[in-house]
Nanobody, 131 residues
């Protein structure tokens, strides 16, 4: 059974930093596309970063480019999202997901992670940026 568990969310002041973790069981994150998504109240879920697979390459949405970094620890089967210079508009529930079908791999670098292409999701972790 595939399970993704996020952690690391919380309340942070504008300009602050957080590191989110996504630990996987039941599959190897190196083999499949991994995406980080977020959903703010009243808004659609948006993809913010992805790896197409363990072979390298990353995608970042323009809204987070230069501030967020996606990384992985293969030994721990865990993916991270390092977030710096946080803004109020980054407030959202953040989700990690993995896509085991071809579209998640092929579209990650060119178009970013699309929710419909991802098969397994974590429960989400709340990030609130506020003074």
């Amino acid at each position: 059974q595939v399970q993704l568990v996020e952690s690391g969310g919380g309340l942070v002041q504008p300009g602050g930093s957080l590191r989110l973790s996504c630990a996987a069981t039941g599959l190897s994150l190196d083999r499949y596309a991994i995406g980080w998504f977020r959903q703010a109240p009243g808004k659609e879920r948006e993809g913010v970063a992805c790896f197409p697979s363990g072979k390298g390459g990353t995608y970042y949405a323009d809204s987070v480019k230069g501030r967020f970094t996606i990384s992985r620890d293969s030994a721990e089967n865990t993916v991270y999202l390092e977030m710096i210079s946080l803004k109020a508009e980054d407030t959202a529930v953040y989700y990690c997901a993995t896509g085991v079908q071809a579209p998640a791999y092929y579209y990650c670098l060119g178009y970013g992670p699309m929710p419909n292409d991802y098969d397994y999701w974590g429960q989400g972790t709340q990030v609130t940026v506020s003074s």
